[in-house]
């Protein structure tokens, strides 16, 4: 998906919100406002329109039920891969196996654009590695320390990656 309107973007604002509220490791720690959303929905958002990126949005009944993103590299020695970001499932949907639609989704995605690896980076302590691995990605490394949700907790970014 390339063009986002308002109303597509004011329910992505609302999932990613209640999504790190709900405790979900998406580049916040709770609590957070929609308004400390917004700029970094924002960003997102403009790799959207640049071409650069894409959306992949997950529905339900038609209506939004979570979403990735596929940041795009502008360096000619990277454009054969991608780096997967946001994946988020709306908490009223979880636990029904749409995080799972939704990275097959993804991968889809990619294929159609050409891509031949995903590259994601996951909060360690969550376990959603695991998700991950389930999925087929490959643990590539841990950056201790790279992720600081609080004073004295900081977390490993675990690096995985997957072939398509």
């Known amino acids: 998906m390339s063009e986002v309107d308002a109303v597509l973007r004011q329910a992505l604002l609302a999932c990613w919100t209640e999504v790190t509220n709900a405790g979900g490791a998406v580049g916040f720690v709770p609590p ?3 308004a400390d959303v917004a700029p970094v929905l924002d960003r997102l958002l403009e790799g959207v329109r ?3 990126d894409v959306l992949a949005l997950l529905t339900v009944d038609g209506a939004p039920a979570g979403f990735a993103s596929l940041a795009g590299f502008s360096s000619p020695l ?3 891969w991608a780096t997967v970001l946001r994946v988020q ?3 009223a949907h979880q636990g029904r196996g749409l995080g799972t639609a939704l990275m097959l989704g993804v991968h889809d995605i ?3 654009r050409g891509l031949e690896f995903l590259h994601l980076g ?3 302590g969550t376990g959603v590695d695991a998700f991950y691995r389930g ?3 490959t643990e590539v490394g841990r950056v201790p320390g790279a992720i600081r949700v609080a004073p004295g907790d900081d977390r490993e970014e675990i690096l995985l990656v997957h072939r398509l």
């Open 32 to 34: 957070v406002t929609q």
């Open 50 to 52: 640049s071409g650069r």
């Open 78 to 80: 990277r454009r054969h």
């Open 89 to 91: 499932v709306h908490p």
């Open 110 to 112: 990619a294929r159609a």
């Open 122 to 124: 996951a909060r360690g």
């Open 135 to 137: 999925l087929g990605y």
